[in-house]
Nanobody, 124 residues
Framework: QVQVVESRGGSVQSGGSLTLSCAVS????????MGWFRQAPGKEREGLAA???????IVADVVKGRFIVSRANAKNAVTLQMNNLKPEDTAMYHC??????????????????WGQGTQVTVSS
């Protein structure tokens, strides 16, 4: 059984930074394409960043220049470094993974495995 687990989020002031981490467990012989998404109350889920096993990443324009996704040392683990956070970044952040993605994508429908989410709150 595949499990996706995010680290705890938190509350920061505007302009601050926060790093989230995520790990996939289950089929250790598989390599997962991993992505980060968020959903704020009353808004649709939006893709933020995604990365393949070789470290090739894509980042959404809405967070480009502020958010950095990278592969962690452990296999099937990633981090999302969030800098210069703004109140509009407040949302539930989810990590997602899939082992069949071959083209970089922020389409949430392409991901089969999802973490439960972690809250990030940015105060002004």
């Amino acid at each position: 059984q595949v499990q996706v687990v995010e680290s705890r989020g938190g509350s920061v002031q505007s302009g601050g930074s926060l790093t989230l981490s995520c790990a996939v467990s289950g089929h250790a012989y598989r390599t997962y394409y991993m992505g980060w998404f968020r959903q704020a109350p009353g808004k649709e889920r939006e893709g933020l960043a995604a990365i393949d096993s070789d470290g090739n990443a894509i980042v959404a324009d809405v967070v480009k220049g502020r958010f950095i996704v990278s592969r962690a040392n452990a296999k099937n683990a990633v981090t999302l470094q969030m800098n210069n956070l703004k109140p509009e970044d407040t949302a539930m952040y989810h990590c997602a993974a899939d082992d069949s993605i071959v083209v970089p994508t922020l389409d949430s429908f392409m991901y089969n495995y999802w973490g439960q989410g972690t809250q990030v709150t940015v105060s002004s």
